[in-house]
């Protein structure tokens, strides 16, 4: 069949490989344009950007997919079938009704739960045990349409977003595939997404990461790893010697269960350099201070010099300015990666 792929983000990437490799005719690649990233603010083409470029394959970046302009160039491609994955735009009735056979889209979550821009993020940060992905149908409504296929995984007890985020973009290709040849044989099997049960995702900000040390610690330990690599879970680090404070970043973290002293405030190292949180303790496994590298807490108790009595204390938000930065840095990459 005739493919026309649109997408901009790194979990399409493995889809693409195996639309290159199979009997299927990829026509033709539609992106984003090139965003502005690092200090410098160069010009950064996306992820599928530089796929079509190396794999030379017919690409266009568009800022707005459902133009009169695009199209025409997508209708002159002929689809057979439109693939629609972490592309960053909503796709318009014109484009969804004009290949000859369907319009879908993959989607990272075991919908109806977690439509949205972080599904990944927010299946770890809710403390499920399992997820997915799902191939449906495009629809007018976010992540409403039927289902067509999809595929299972457990979520690992100390897994990150990041990590989850790579092994369902390979989980999604095969099943891409498999969808594909029902599609062109007229045997899938459409099915309605159960309302009752839809839950959302939406996109992260910064402050979604700044971490309150008077929640429970598992939940914290969720978010910490729900929230790496972005926008990262956070917190200031307060020394009690000399009241310096530097931002960190933690990228994974055990719960401890057992008493604490009453005598710590929430957010405190203990004597075992646990932190108190407001029920059991967070035992910090990895850390990235502002500026630095990723370090394991060892190397970090060691270069910081961290007493017992010192503290990590929550950010305070500087207001809605802070937050749409945060939001303009993310790319389309379902909310989990920052453009770069």
């Known amino acids: 069949m005739n493919i026309v792929y649109l997408g901009s983000g790194e979990f399409g990437l493995p889809c693409l490989d ?21 200090r410098g603010r160069k010009l950064c083409p996306t992820p599928v950007a530089l796929w079509a470029e190396r794999h030379a394959v017919p690409s266009i970046e568009s800022d707005c997919m459902n133009s009169p302009e695009m199209i025409r160039r997508i209708a002159d491609c002929r689809p057979d079938v439109l693939v629609v994955i ?15 056979k369907l319009a879908i889209n993959v989607h990272s979550s075991l919908l109806p739960k977690f439509r949205g821009a972080a599904p990944i993020n927010w299946a770890i940060i809710r403390g499920e045990s399992e997820t997915g992905v799902s191939i449906i149908t495009l629809a007018d409504r976010m992540d409403a349409g039927d289902v067509l296929g999809q595929a299972k995984t457990p979520i690992g007890v100390h897994e990150t977003a990041g990590e989850l985020h790579d092994r369902l973009a390979q989980l999604a290709a095969p099943l891409l595939l498999e969808t594909l040849d029902k599609i062109g044989a007229d045997a899938v099997i459409y099915t309605r997404q159960n309302e009752f049960e839809a839950t959302k995702a939406p996109k992260l900000k910064k402050s979604d990461g700044f971490l309150d040390f008077s929640e429970p610690a598992y939940i914290l330990a969720d978010k910490i790893r729900g929230l790496w690599p972005w926008p990262g879970a956070s917190a200031n680090f307060v020394s009690a010697g000399t009241h310096k404070t530097a931002r960190v970043s933690l990228a994974l973290a055990e719960v401890i269960w057992g008493e604490t002293s009453p ?78």
């Open 86 to 100: 972490a592309c960053g735009q909503k796709i318009g009735p014109e484009l969804i009704e004009m290949p000859t």
């Open 263 to 340: 005598r710590y405030v929430h957010g405190t190292f203990d004597e075992d350099f646990n932190v108190i949180c407001g029920d059991g303790k967070l035992a910090i496994r990895k850390i990235k201070p502002a500026g630095s590298g990723l370090m394991d807490f060892h190397a970090f108790i060691n270069g910081w010099r961290v007493q017992p009595g010192d503290r990590l204390a929550k950010i305070e938000e500087k207001g809605e300015n802070a937050d749409k930065r945060g939001q303009a840095r993310t790319d389309t990459d379902e909310g989990l990666r920052e453009c770069r």
């Open 18 to 38: 195996a639309l290159k490799a199979s009997r299927h005719s990829l026509a033709l690649v539609v992106t984003q344009p090139a965003c502005p990233a690092g």
